[in-house]
């Protein structure tokens, strides 16, 4: 925003995730390099499963943190971060090391939202019953 001034280990609260989903897959791009020597951490409550450490000063897809995506799937060598939202949260990033003047960065997440979906709410019948 125009007149931030960036401080070291500043969070930002970025996506908002309803309540009953699923996210599969979350994740960082660099847009505009940020000034001094910030790294990034991604993950709820502002901690870093998601992304851990990034370097932030330099343009491209953050790293994976210890749970986190590694932005292809190859194989058995699949996304091992998926996490259930059983209560709204947000997805926050902390951008440590340094206070930046500019940089850009795009996060991303795919998320499924289950709620209303439980086996309680299974239909009673479906149109092939009423075709027979």
């Given at each position: ?12 609260q970025?996506l908002?995730?309803p ?9 960082a791009?660099v ?10 951490d991604m ?51 902390t ?29 009673d019948?479906?149109?092939?019953d009423?075709?027979?």
């Amino acid at each position: 925003a125009e007149g931030y001034s960036g401080a070291d280990g500043d969070i930002f609260q970025l996506l908002e995730i309803p309540a009953g989903c699923l996210v599969l897959f979350a994740g960082a791009e660099v847009e505009k390099a940020f000034t001094g020597s910030c790294t990034l951490d991604m993950d709820f409550a502002a901690g870093d499963d998601i992304i851990d450490g990034a370097d932030i000063t330099s343009t491209g897809f953050c790293a994976a943190g210890t749970n986190g995506q590694t932005n292809t799937v190859v194989g058995n060598a699949a996304s091992t971060y998926t996490q259930f939202i059983s209560t709204a949260d947000t997805i926050d990033c902390t951008i440590a090391g340094a206070a930046p003047a500019t940089g850009r960065l795009r996060v991303y997440a795919t998320v499924i939202d289950l709620a209303g979906h439980g086996l309680d709410d299974k239909p009673d019948e479906v149109d092939r019953d009423q075709l027979a």
